[in-house]
T-cell receptor, first 112, second 116 residues
Framework: ELKVEQNPLFLSMQEGKNYTIYCNYS?????LYWYRQDPGKSLESLFV?????AVKQEGRLMASLDTKARLSTLHITAAVHDLSATYFC????????????FGTGTRLTIIP | DTGVSQDPRHKITKRGQNVTFRCDPI?????LYWYRQTLGQGPEFLTYFQNEAQLEKSRLLSDRFSAERPKGSFSTLEIQRTEQGDSAMYLC??????????????FGPGTRLLVL
């Protein structure tokens, strides 16, 4: 059974600081996704990572994938309050965007 | 360009009642997915459709749950004889289903179900 673990589960950080969220998964996967969820809202797609060594950046967020280590990271640079949200990674076992297995999420709070 | 829509957004029901949720995917998206999310957890896969064909169902989807996508467009998720443990956010997502390299799933706003 595929398991996806994120850490930390909760993260409070000051504005302007850098931090990294980690996502480990238990079996070989073709694709890894990062989503953002604001309280009471649905999920917003951030990144799709498709190959070993893939790196994608959007604004203050950068995601990377190491398929050999079964590890993805989401790095936050110079955090701002607008980035406060819950971040989920999700893994697709089968090439073809079928069912996603999500991690438990990291609730990020940016403190002024 | 409208996104995935779901109706109703909130539903309160009494234990034992039946409920039905509707999902309208993004136009021309062939794949439609249902997930369930409980408080503090990530979404859990329930089922998905390729056009009108239901291709996979999770073990979470007990006999009380049924999903349809009759014409390959909108989908319904019905829960019969609801139980308090069914209280959750039910999320629908869609994707083009063309196998595109960067293909992702686009999520709707969800239907929050509370079973009393």
């Amino acid at each position: 059974e595929l398991k996806v673990e994120q850490n930390p589960l909760f993260l409070s950080m000051q504005e302007g600081k850098n931090y990294t969220i980690y996502c480990n998964y238990s079996t070989t996967s073709d694709r890894l996704y990062w989503y953002r969820q604001d309280p009471g809202k649905s999920l917003e797609s951030l990144f799709v990572l498709l190959s070993n060594g893939a790196v994608k950046q959007e604004g203050r967020l950068m995601a990377s994938l190491d398929t050999k280590a079964r590890l993805s990271t989401l790095h936050i640079t110079a955090a701002v309050h607008d980035l406060s949200a819950t971040y989920f990674c999700a893994v697709d076992r089968n090439f073809g965007n079928e069912k996603l297995t999500f991690g438990t999420g990291t609730r990020l709070t940016i403190i002024p | 360009d409208t996104g995935v829509s779901q109706d109703p957004r909130h539903k309160i029901t009494k234990r034992g009642q039946n409920v039905t949720f509707r999902c309208d995917p993004i136009s021309e998206h062939n794949r439609l997915y249902w997930y369930r999310q409980t408080l503090g957890q990530g979404p859990e896969f329930l089922t998905y459709f390729q056009n009108e064909a239901q291709l996979e169902k999770s073990r979470l989807l007990s006999d009380r749950f049924s999903a349809e996508r009759p014409k390959g467009s909108f989908s319904t998720l019905e829960i019969q004889r609801t139980e308090q443990g069914d209280s959750a956010m039910y999320l629908c997502a869609s994707s083009p289903g063309a196998g595109g390299y960067q293909e992702t799933q686009y999520f709707g706003p969800g239907t929050r179900l509370l079973v009393l």
